[in-house]
């Protein structure tokens, strides 16, 4: 079976603030495909980034970052200098196998920065 | 390009009625996605298409629940009757070739059975 745990339910933080949202995942698959989600307060989902199992180098894009390690089953998220507008709920999800037939989203911390 | 197309965007009906839900994937997609996500339970997989095929339908919460892909532009999600605990945000998505390949989100439809 496999899981997904975002073990922060709600983060506050006031703007220019940096913080990291975790994600930790469980599967016993070699081969599994992880991926970050943004839903701010219109609903949409937003796609973030996606990251192989083969591929553990962190990626930056801007203020955002990203620590994949495969030692600890983490695939954390991190906004340097938040802004207000970078709330919203963030999904951590994992789909593994060479088919990945299961697409597995965690619960979401909902991340709220202050002005 | 266009994105994940679902209508409609807010649905508000009374218990019993039927209640349909459409979506139109990302052209030169292979897969689709139904999702839906509530309070409670967050994002779950209904049921997902390869090529218009349906290849997992173990999300679908129960016989009242039933899902359609008639060609590749187009998918529906039926509810058949509605009760007010499928009230929700009904999400389509669509994927290029397999599933782990990012996702593409519609933007959802609100559903609110009375």
């Known amino acids: 079976a496999q899981k997904v745990t975002q073990a922060q339910t709600e983060i506050s933080v006031v703007e220019k603030e940096d913080v990291t949202l975790d994600c930790v995942y469980e599967?016993?698959?070699?081969?599994?495909?992880l991926f970050w989600y943004k839903q701010p307060p219109s609903g949409e989902l937003v796609f973030l980034i996606r990251r192989n199992s083969f591929d553990e180098q962190n990626e930056i894009s801007g203020r955002y970052s990203w620590n994949f390690q495969k030692s600890t089953s983490s695939f954390n998220f991190t906004i340097t200098a938040s802004q207000v507008v970078d709330s919203a709920v963030y999904f951590c999800?994992?789909?593994?196998?060479?088919?990945?037939?299961?697409?597995?989203f965690g619960p979401g911390t909902r991340l709220s920065v202050l002005p | 390009d266009a994105g994940v197309i679902q209508s409609p965007r807010h649905e508000v009906t009374e218990m019993g009625q039927e209640v349909t839900l459409r979506c139109k994937p990302i052209s030169g997609h292979d897969y689709l996605f139904w999702y839906r996500q509530t309070m409670m339970r967050g994002l779950e997989l209904l049921i997902y298409f390869n090529n218009n095929v349906p290849i997992d339908d173990s999300g679908m919460p129960e016989d009242r629940f039933s899902a359609k892909m008639p060609n590749a532009s187009f998918s529906t999600l039926k509810i058949q009757p509605s009760e007010p605990r499928d009230s929700a945000v009904y999400f389509c998505a669509s994927s290029l070739r397999r599933t782990q390949e990012t996702q593409y989100f519609g933007p959802g439809t609100r559903l609110l059975v009375l």
């Open positions: 999800a994992l789909s593994e196998g060479n088919y990945g037939q299961n697409f597995v």
């Open positions: 599967t016993r698959d070699t081969t599994y495909y």
